[in-house]
């Protein structure tokens, strides 16, 4: 009866150690698959200050207020007479910004000076017409990141849509 007993309880705990070898393998591999993404978000942040130091970084962001007499389609935008971005939006993304999104358009590097930053949005105007409009900004370029903000509102007194772009503090 003792050899039965110890046969069954060998059989039991040699059945036992795979599925606890399985087991503690799922952990190691979910372990090491977190370790991997936080790795890979760290090598993420490294080249992001490696390509775009922040003494010379520009960031472009896109913002809508209201947007009833202007349906946003796409979005050029030039710095120093040449393009550095156009985007088409699809509209879940239209959708995304009016309910109070930021994009961020552009990010890229500038040297300290003087640049010229021209945004030109199409869409359809009121009325249903085809629109085209674009605004411009000059603005000195100094040492740090410079953050710049175009946002598309309404101007309701002309029922016309307004866009502007403005530097942030």
Same mark, same amino acid.
């Given at each position: 009866?003792?050899?039965l007993?110890?046969?069954?309880m060998?059989?039991?705990?040699? $059945? #036992?150690?795979?599925a606890?070898?399985?087991?503690g393998?799922d952990t190691?591999?979910q372990?090491?698959?977190?370790?991997?993404l936080?790795?890979?978000?760290?090598l993420?942040?490294?080249?992001e200050?490696?390509?775009?130091p922040?003494?010379?970084q520009?960031?472009?962001f896109?913002s809508?207020?209201?947007?009833e007499?202007?349906?946003?389609e796409?979005?050029?935008l030039?710095?120093?007479?040449?393009?550095?971005?156009? #985007?088409l939006y699809?509209?879940?993304?239209v959708? $995304?910004?009016?309910?109070?999104?930021v994009?961020?358009? #552009?990010l890229?590097?500038?040297?300290t000076?003087s640049?010229?930053?021209?945004?030109?949005?199409?869409?359809?105007?009121?009325r249903?017409?085809d #629109?085209?409009?674009?605004?411009?900004?000059d603005f000195?370029?100094g040492?740090? $990141?410079q953050?710049?903000?175009l946002?598309?509102?309404?101007?309701?007194?002309?029922?016309?849509?307004?866009f502007?772009?403005r530097?942030?503090?």
């Open positions: 009866m003792k050899r007993e110890l046969a069954l060998f059989t039991l705990a040699l $059945a #036992y150690l795979p606890a070898a399985d087991q393998l190691r591999m372990d090491l698959r977190q370790e991997i936080n790795l890979n978000r760290e993420f942040l490294l080249e200050e490696l390509l775009f922040a003494n010379t520009v960031a472009v896109l809508v207020d209201v947007g007499f202007f349906a946003l796409s979005v050029e030039k710095l120093n007479n040449r393009v550095v971005t156009r #985007y699809t509209p879940r993304e959708e $995304a910004l009016h309910r109070g999104g994009q961020q358009l #552009y890229g590097n500038l040297r000076g640049h010229e930053l021209v945004a030109v949005f199409t869409g359809k105007g009121p249903d017409r #629109y085209r409009r674009a605004t411009s900004l000195e370029k040492i740090g $990141a953050f710049v903000e946002k598309i509102s309404d101007r309701v007194s002309r029922q016309q849509p307004e502007l772009v530097e942030w503090d």
